[in-house]
């Protein structure tokens, strides 16, 4: 079997197995009484599959709205309340941002206390 045939049999097979993993891996979280509600840490989410689902939407949003650059802007998402940090050129883009982030479906709240207008974006480490 040349190399392209064994990677048109194996990738089907790889992207069919990461599929049911990531299915199964939100019922396997439910039906775990250790994440019980109560006993979720203050910071933690009690969501943790809806919040990355909602962080991954927002950062595409940012990503395609125009004037802002996601790339300095910084997404974490809790329990439905999205903060978002970082430093814009302008203070219209911070607006373009937090309403791309009010824009996805899911979110509770937007919190852009740390999201600051008119300097240049600091180097990522």
Do not use: H, Y
């Not at 790889?14 to 006993?39: K, T």
């Not at 595409?60 to 439905?80: C, H, I, P, Q, R």
């Not at 309340?81 to 791309?100: F, N, R, W, Y």
Request: hydrophobic share 45%; glycine share 8%; no cysteine.
């Amino acid at each position: 079997m040349n190399a392209f045939n064994r990677f048109r049999f194996t990738l089907p097979l790889a992207l069919g197995s990461v599929l049911a993993l990531s299915a199964a891996a939100p019922l396997a979280f439910a039906a775990d009484p250790a994440n019980d509600a109560n006993d979720t840490p203050k910071g933690d989410s009690d969501q943790p599959v809806t919040d990355t689902w909602i962080t991954t939407k927002v950062k595409t949003e940012l990503a395609t709205t125009d004037g802002v650059k996601s790339m300095d802007v910084d997404v974490k998402t809790v329990n439905g309340t999205v903060m978002l940090t970082g430093m814009l050129a302008s203070e219209t883009a911070v607006q373009k941002a937090v309403a791309a982030a009010r824009s996805v479906k899911g979110v509770k709240n937007v919190d852009a206390s740390g999201l600051k207008a008119g300097g240049t974006a600091t180097t990522r480490r």
